[in-house]
Each structure stands twice: as C-alpha cells, then as structure tokens.
C-alpha cells in the first residue's frame, strides 16, 4: 500500500504541515532562506509528522496544537539529518548534495541549530508543558545516540543489544516523540497515550532496521545515496553484526574498520550479506518489532487513523527506499 493511501485520514492537514514548513524559509537574509528551503525541500516521507496527526486524530483532534507538533517533529527531524550528514562527512541525500557539501560543514552545524531553534518555537507553540518537556528530553536523548554512535565509531565489539540501544535514541525517540505527543494533545486517557509511545517506539527500531538492511541490499537511486554508507563511516548495523558472528576471524567489515583495503572489503560484505540470508534474518527481526507497535492497538477507537497506524507498520518492512 502506499503512502498517499495510508495518510488518506490526515492528508489534508499533512499538506497544511507542509504550508508551515514552507513558511520557515520566508526569513531575512536571503542566503538562510536558500539554505533552509533546500533543506527542507528534498522531500522525505513526512512519517514523523504524520504519526503526530495520526496520533491525535484517534481523540480530541484539536489543529491549534497537533499541527504545529507536526511541523516541530519534521523540523527536528530534518535537523538530526543535516547535522549527521556534516559529522559523517556524507556528499549525498535524497539523490542531491547534503548541506555540507554545498555550504560546508561548519555552516551546515549552525544550520542544524537554526532548525532545533525553530522545532522548539513549534513544540512551544502547542502550549503544552508536558509536550515541551518531552521534546526537550527527546532532543537530548537524540544528542546522546548520535555521540554513541561517534564514540563507537570502526568498533566491531559491540553487541545487538549495543545496537539497539543506539538506534532507540538516534531513530526510535524521534517516532515515539511523534506517537506520545499526538496522544497527550489530543486529551488521550493515560494508558492510550502509553500505548501509542510503545507503538512510535517499536515502529521507529523496525524502520531504522530495514533502513539497514537497504544499504546493503538497496541501489543508489532507490537509497538516494551510496549503498555501503554506514560502513564507509564505520557505523556497525544488525546485518553487519550478523556477518560477524557467521564469520568471526576472515571478515572484510572487520578488514574494513582496520583501514585494509576499505573499499574493496565494504564491496565484499556488501556481495557476502546479499547472497546470504542475513536480509530476511534482519526483515524477520524488523517484522516482529513492527508486531510488537501494534500488540495492543487493538484497544484503541476503532477510526480511519487507527487502520493507517496497522498500515503504516505493514509499509515500514515491505519498503525499498
């Protein structure tokens, strides 16, 4: 099923998400307007927004204070992205030069906290303390998992529970934000609130997992950037780790992380994992975390919203970019 499909309950208002975001490149001087509408013009799947939307649509659907969070959320979001791509380096997102390496890196930093800046005047705007708080936990968290993954940078001891927990702050907080928030602006009850944080959490771990597993199995122009890339920045992902433990000692990601050969073995773990079952091991374990979102869905109203929610977890595992 596709997106335009699964966001039919909230379609409309994702477009007024959309205006919003649009309207945070109208600023003085004309140089921050060129660099925030391209980076805020690539496109993306706006999944984080519209589980905001989703969220809230199951209660109370109040605009005044949902869509903003939205808009907070895809800021956020797009901030996190601007500022890995200028920490790892990386020439290419969504098939088009990232910030640094049109601008550079320093001022692709500053940029990424010109957008944190304005998500917090977002999340503000839904004059919400509990809200507000929650996205500045979140940002923190965010901040923790991308570190981690800074410090554990060409380390190959580490463990999938190592794993896990770092694609919990870096990708799983951001969703959960999305899920929690959505339910508490909606006036949601207490347990349907913690049902649908547990929903945005388990959902985020399953689509950063197939995240993973595309950039081994994935092409270029479905990726919208160099298959290989997490081990070209020495980032240890579950298919990686899966091709250490079948191959302890001769492992070309091993090689790789010691500077022997680079290209050459990240080429070779590439070909070993696609011609072996480490995808579908990895799809299986994305499958069950996407299970694992909806185990108590059920509970919920019964609406449209709902049935996107069960939908959207379906798409995360069968997509390809």
């Avoid at 022997?260 to 799809?283: F, H, T, W």
Wanted: glycine residues 6%.
């Amino acid at each position: 099923m596709s997106l335009s499909k699964i966001y039919k309950p909230i379609q409309k208002d994702l477009v007024r998400a959309e205006e919003s975001l649009g309207s945070v490149t109208r600023v003085e001087p004309a140089w921050l307007a060129e660099m925030l509408d391209y980076s805020l013009s690539g496109g993306g799947k706006r999944i984080r927004p519209a589980l905001a939307l989703l969220s809230g649509k199951l209660y109370d659907y109040n605009l005044d204070y949902l869509l903003p969070m939205a808009v907070a959320v895809e800021l956020m979001h797009t901030a996190t992205l601007v500022h890995d791509d200028a920490i790892d380096n990386s020439l290419i997102r969504r098939s088009k030069p990232t910030i640094n390496s049109v601008w550079g890196e320093e001022k692709a930093v500053l940029l990424g906290d010109y957008l944190f800046a304005r998500s917090g005047e977002f999340a503000a705007d839904t004059q919400n303390l509990r809200v507000v708080r929650l996205f500045s936990q979140t940002l923190a968290i965010l901040s923790t998992g991308e570190l981690e993954q800074t410090f554990s940078a060409f380390n190959t001891e580490q463990s999938w529970q190592d794993y896990l927990g770092r694609i919990s702050r870096k990708t799983a907080s951001l969703f959960s934000l999305a899920t929690e928030s959505g339910a508490i602006l909606s006036q949601a009850p207490e347990k349907s609130i913690e049902i649908l944080k547990d929903y945005g959490y388990n959902l985020g771990i399953a689509f950063q997992i197939v995240d993973d597993i595309l950039d081994f199995i994935g092409t270029e122009e479905e990726l919208g950037k160099p298959v290989g890339s997490d081990l070209a920045q020495g980032t240890l992902t579950l298919p990686a780790i899966l091709l250490l433990e079948q191959y302890p000692d001769d492992n070309p990601v091993k090689k790789s992380f010691n500077d022997e050969d680079r290209q050459g073995n990240i080429e070779l773990a590439l070909k070993m994992v696609r011609d072996s079952s480490i995808p579908e091991a990895c799809y299986q374990v994305a499958s069950d975390y996407c299970a694992k979102a909806c185990r108590n869905l059920s509970l919920l109203p019964d609406n449209d919203s709902l049935q996107s929610l069960v939908q959207l977890a379906d798409f995360i595992t069968e997509r390809r970019r």
